[in-house]
């Protein structure tokens, strides 16, 4: 059986010719070879080259998860198998052959650190993107201190860097010495600011070196000149679950085999096809001072920073993100297999629909570019409901404590700072925060053991839950208090702007007993607040 009988599109264009020509003359080299650039940032480039718009292909590398590259990408040619879930049914399925290397960004793997630092040395290189998660960007833990891999790049130099900031300080270290040749470094993860998250760690990373001898004063000058090295706003949205065991068996049914899923020893989950929702948005600041490809023929949306800023804002703090978050809370704690499954309880959907129209919405700035409304509409009624979505609250719950000051902080924020807003009217986002603390006590709403999902400030959370108790509602007294003050987690201090006490009355509510969770979230969409 061939590929257009098992109704699968191949590329429009001469692969091993785009393969030569990247190669030869690199233009884009991408960070973050998991599952979101394969679904959608190799996707636009596809388009283009299946369009004959461009005539070359992305390299793309990882600093994180080498089995990536060697058991999803070389195996397999560097191609992979999208397959788009349609709220239908449909599987809409195209082998993706835009990616021409891959590379594992680390000196230690000698050829291929060789081949990364050529491509930075290339005049002809016009973009390095991202998406490596918040995290990826982290220089210092929540206490300010640097966290030890970067201390290591900072006292050693830029020689052999291991992490992944220090990676790219020094690639771009390589590109200034081969004649400061301008290039944008385009984070595209799914955080506010996310340009400026990259510049602030590369510029941390070269003003140390440049205190301890390593580099001179005009490297620094390299990376804050805009017209050499630009770093781009961007706005990323796309759902892209793990790899679904359903759309496994559907590829073997049609004929395809070898679609094996499976985990790394880094916890990547991960296989040579993706599967990902159908809708997608990438808002991208128009600034590459050595030119780009013509990504607005392939969907992508340029603008200038503030457009930018309100379209992220718009999805980050009010139209999506909370109400996932919100969702993979109250998910884990009443045993939800999926976000879908989800949808179709009624207090949980009324949930999202309070958080996102009636507490977010009054808060949002209109990007033009986007339709508020019209984006959240198609969030609750046919993104976060599509049942061939095989999302769950427990990837969703990862890193939460990264993501609540931009999640539901900054609308605390819009609250407080506008006289014509009341915050004590606020009630699902608080109810959010406290279903938060109480997931931390790793105890469903039955009063089962329930895994807790990876969080760099795991142990330090559960730590100080550790006192409250499930039945005792008085033994939460002084627990929450360390954690709701604290606004490296909230951006503000939730007491300050006077939420602390209700988000601990409402966590009280929460461990009464078992069924308490569902109990509370009942009572405050049906009763009046």
């Given at each position: 059986m061939g590929w257009e009988d098992s109704g699968v599109a191949l590329p429009c264009f001469d692969v091993e010719k785009i393969t030569a020509c990247t190669r030869a003359c690199p233009r884009w080299v991408h960070f973050g070879a998991g599952n979101i650039f394969?679904?959608?940032?190799?996707?636009?480039?596809?388009?283009?080259?299946?369009?004959?718009?461009?005539?070359?292909?992305?390299?793309?590398?990882?600093?994180?998860?080498?089995?990536?590259i060697d058991k999803i990408y070389r195996p397999f040619d560097n191609l992979s198998l999208l397959v788009l879930m349609h709220p239908d049914g449909t599987l809409e399925k195209e082998v993706l052959a835009s990616v021409s290397e891959s590379l594992k960004a680390a000196p230690?793997?000698?050829?291929?650190?060789?081949?990364?630092?050529?491509?930075?040395?290339?005049?002809?290189?016009?973009?390095?993107?991202?998406?490596?998660?918040?995290?990826?960007?982290?220089?210092?833990?929540?206490?300010?201190?640097?966290?030890?891999?970067?201390?290591?790049?900072?006292?050693?130099?830029?020689?052999?860097?291991?992490?992944?900031?220090?990676?790219?300080?020094?690639?771009?270290?390589?590109?200034?010495?081969?004649?400061?040749?301008?290039?944008?470094?385009?984070?595209?993860?799914?955080?506010?600011?996310?340009?400026?998250?990259?510049?602030?760690?590369?510029?941390?990373?070269?003003?140390?070196?440049?205190?301890?001898?390593?580099?001179?004063?005009?490297?620094?000058?390299?990376?804050?000149?805009?017209?050499?090295?630009?770093?781009?706003?961007?706005?990323?949205?796309?759902?892209?679950?793990?790899?679904?065991?359903?759309?496994?068996?559907?590829?073997?049914?049609?004929?395809?085999?070898?679609?094996?899923?499976?985990?790394?020893?880094?916890?990547?989950?991960?296989?040579?096809?993706?599967?990902?929702?159908?809708?997608?948005?990438?808002?991208?600041?128009?600034?590459?001072?050595?030119?780009?490809?013509?990504?607005?023929?392939?969907?992508?949306?340029?603008?200038?920073?503030?457009?930018?800023?309100?379209?992220?804002?718009?999805?980050?703090?009010?139209?999506?993100n909370p109400l996932h978050t919100a969702l993979a809370v109250?998910?884990?704690?009443?045993?939800?297999?999926?976000?879908?499954?989800?949808?179709?309880?009624?207090?949980?959907?009324?949930?999202?629909?309070?958080?996102?129209?009636?507490?977010?919405?009054?808060?949002?700035?209109?990007?033009?570019?986007?339709?508020?409304?019209?984006?959240?509409?198609?969030?609750?009624?046919?993104r976060l409901p599509n049942p061939y979505i095989p999302d769950t609250p427990q990837r969703i719950a990862t890193d939460t404590s990264q993501k609540l000051s931009v999640r539901f902080g900054e609308t605390i924020k819009s609250y407080r700072d506008r006289p014509d807003l009341d915050i004590q009217s606020l009630t699902f986002i608080p109810l959010a925060i406290a279903a938060w603390c109480r997931y931390l006590m790793g105890v469903d709403d039955e009063g089962n053991p329930m895994e807790l999902s990876p969080d760099p400030m795991l142990e330090e959370l559960t730590a100080q839950m550790a006192g409250a108790k499930l039945g005792e509602p008085a033994s939460a007294d002084g627990v929450l208090r360390p954690i709701l003050c604290n606004p490296v987690l909230f951006g503000v201090d939730l007491y300050d702007v006077g939420l602390g006490e209700k988000i601990e009355g409402l966590f009280c509510e929460l461990i009464a007993g078992p069924g308490a969770v569902r109990q509370t979230l009942h009572r405050l969409l049906t009763e009046p607040v």
């Open positions: 394969r679904s959608y940032i190799a996707k636009i480039q596809q388009r283009l080259l299946n369009l004959g718009k461009s005539d070359f292909g992305i390299i793309t590398a990882d600093t994180f998860d080498f089995e990536i230690q793997e000698a050829d291929d650190w060789a081949r990364l630092r050529q491509v930075f040395c290339s005049p002809s290189l016009q973009m390095a993107s991202f998406t490596i998660t918040e995290k990826g960007y982290a220089i210092t833990d929540l206490a300010g201190r640097v966290l030890p891999a970067v201390q290591r790049d900072i006292d050693a130099g830029p020689q052999a860097p291991s992490s992944g900031m220090g990676i790219v300080t020094s690639l771009l270290l390589d590109r200034f010495r081969a004649g400061a040749m301008p290039i944008a470094m385009v984070s595209m993860d799914n955080c506010s600011h996310n340009g400026d998250k990259l510049y602030h760690a590369v510029q941390f990373i070269a003003r140390k070196w440049q205190e301890k001898g390593f580099v001179g004063q005009d490297f620094l000058n390299y990376i804050n000149n805009s017209g050499r090295v630009s770093f781009p706003w961007t706005m990323i949205d796309k759902i892209t679950p793990r790899p679904s065991a359903f759309v496994r068996d559907a590829l073997e049914k049609d004929g395809i085999e070898g679609m094996e899923i499976l985990t790394t020893n880094r916890h990547t989950v991960i296989a040579p096809f993706v599967n990902a929702e159908a809708p997608e948005y990438l808002v991208v600041e128009d600034e590459f001072p050595n030119g780009r490809p013509p990504l607005e023929q392939a969907g992508v949306l340029f603008a200038d920073r503030t457009t930018v800023n309100n379209s992220e804002r718009m999805k980050v703090t009010t139209c999506l109250f998910g884990c704690l009443l045993n939800f297999p999926t976000i879908a499954g989800e949808m179709e309880d009624p207090d949980l959907r009324a949930l999202v629909e309070k958080i996102g129209y009636q507490e977010g919405m009054p808060v949002v700035i209109n990007p033009i570019i986007l339709n508020p409304l019209a984006f959240i509409r198609e969030v609750i009624e046919k």
